[in-house]
Nanobody, 125 residues
Framework: VQLVESGGGSVQPGGSLRLSCAVS????????IGWFRQAPGKEREGVAC????????YYPDSVKGRFTISGDSAKNAVYLQMNSLKPEDTAVYYC???????????????????WGQGTQVTVSS
């Protein structure tokens, strides 16, 4: 299984970015995908998750109403639309795949077995 993130970059506060996660090497679409981020000196934290079927996506309070996760099964891709970005959103963002619990969203990174290489998001004026 291979996950490749793209779409990171630098934006001003209040701006938007759309991250993409391309999934390959996995023949089934029965899995959940989480987006995580890690800022320097901080633990990796989950910011969004979508389970197989796309129902009930998860967002922590820190991003709820600003971030939206979506999937395109035909393209084996998952997206993270990030709006109203804040300086505290600055981090390396990772997508991760969980094929053991495809119908639920795990919030701990230890529940995910495959990870992308990460993409940097910097929010600064």
């Amino acid at each position: 299984v291979q996950l490749v993130e793209s779409g990171g970059g630098s934006v001003q506060p209040g701006g938007s970015l759309r991250l993409s996660c391309a999934v390959s090497g996995f023949t089934s679409d029965y899995y959940s995908i989480g987006w995580f981020r890690q800022a320097p000196g901080k633990e990796r934290e989950g910011v969004a998750c979508i389970s197989s079927g796309g129902s009930n996506p998860y967002y922590p309070d820190s991003v709820k109403g600003r971030f939206t996760i979506s999937g395109d099964s035909a393209k084996n891709a998952v997206y993270l639309q990030m709006n109203s970005l804040k300086p505290e959103d600055t981090a390396v963002y990772y997508c991760a795949l969980d094929r053991i619990h495809p119908t639920v969203c795990l919030t701990h990174p230890g529940g995910y077995s495959a990870w992308g290489q990460g993409t940097q998001v910097t929010v600064s004026s």
